[in-house]
């Protein structure tokens, strides 16, 4: 048994430790069930788990949830929509998420792959000093190409 000051008291049967425990207007818990003998403490338990959820809380808070952005282009961007776009990946990047460009051939514009593989790695390019390429750019169904950045 362990006392409401954090010493140990030894081997105490379990009558008197509750006995103890109610001497002191505390919670007699049991701390490791498994342990021959099993170890209980003495404590408050409702400011115990109050504490305990306070911390569980406050981890969550520190912690940042990954998400994924979608940006759409064509091959046909225009340098002013680029650069907004551009904006948008490195404020994303950032803030800690991943972006996924998706870059839509639309009619005959399929023909021309090359245009749209110009586009993306144009992106790469202008935003190599935060982000990085994750995987390859890539084809996915017929007219769309994808590529994902995520931070360096």
Same mark, same amino acid.
């Given at each position: 048994m362990v006392?409401?000051?954090g010493?140990?008291?030894g081997?105490?049967?379990?009558?008197?430790?509750?006995?103890?425990?109610?001497?002191?207007?505390?919670d007699l818990?049991?701390?490791?069930?498994?342990a021959?003998p099993?170890?209980?403490?003495?404590? !408050?338990?409702? =400011?115990?788990?109050?504490?305990?959820?306070? %911390?569980?809380?406050?981890? /969550?808070?520190? #912690?940042?949830?990954?998400?994924i952005?979608?940006?759409?282009?064509?091959?046909k961007?225009?340098?002013?929509?680029?650069?907004?776009k551009l904006?948008?990946?490195?404020?994303?990047?950032?803030?800690? !998420?991943k972006? =996924?460009?998706?870059?839509m051939?639309?009619? %005959?514009?399929?023909t021309? /792959?090359?245009? #749209?593989?110009?586009v993306?790695?144009?992106?790469?390019?202008?935003?190599?000093?935060?982000?990085?390429?994750?995987?390859?750019?890539?084809?996915e169904?017929?007219r769309n190409?994808?590529?994902t950045?995520?931070?360096?």
């Amino acid at each position: 048994m362990v006392d409401e000051n954090g010493e140990q008291v030894g081997i105490v049967p379990t009558p008197d430790a509750l006995r103890r425990a109610e001497q002191a207007e505390l919670d007699l818990v049991e701390v490791a069930p498994l342990a021959k003998p099993p170890v209980c403490r003495i404590m !408050d338990y409702g =400011k115990f788990r109050y504490e305990l959820q306070k %911390r569980e809380k406050s981890s /969550k808070k520190k #912690g940042h949830q990954t998400q994924i952005k979608k940006i759409r282009v064509s091959p046909k961007i225009e340098d002013h929509d680029f650069n907004v776009k551009l904006r948008s990946i490195r404020s994303f990047i950032e803030a800690g !998420d991943k972006v =996924k460009i998706t870059l839509m051939f639309k009619g %005959r514009m399929i023909t021309h /792959k090359e245009l #749209g593989r110009e586009v993306m790695d144009k992106f790469v390019a202008e935003s190599a000093d935060v982000a990085k390429l994750e995987g390859d750019i890539m084809m996915e169904g017929h007219r769309n190409m994808v590529m994902t950045l995520m931070k360096k």
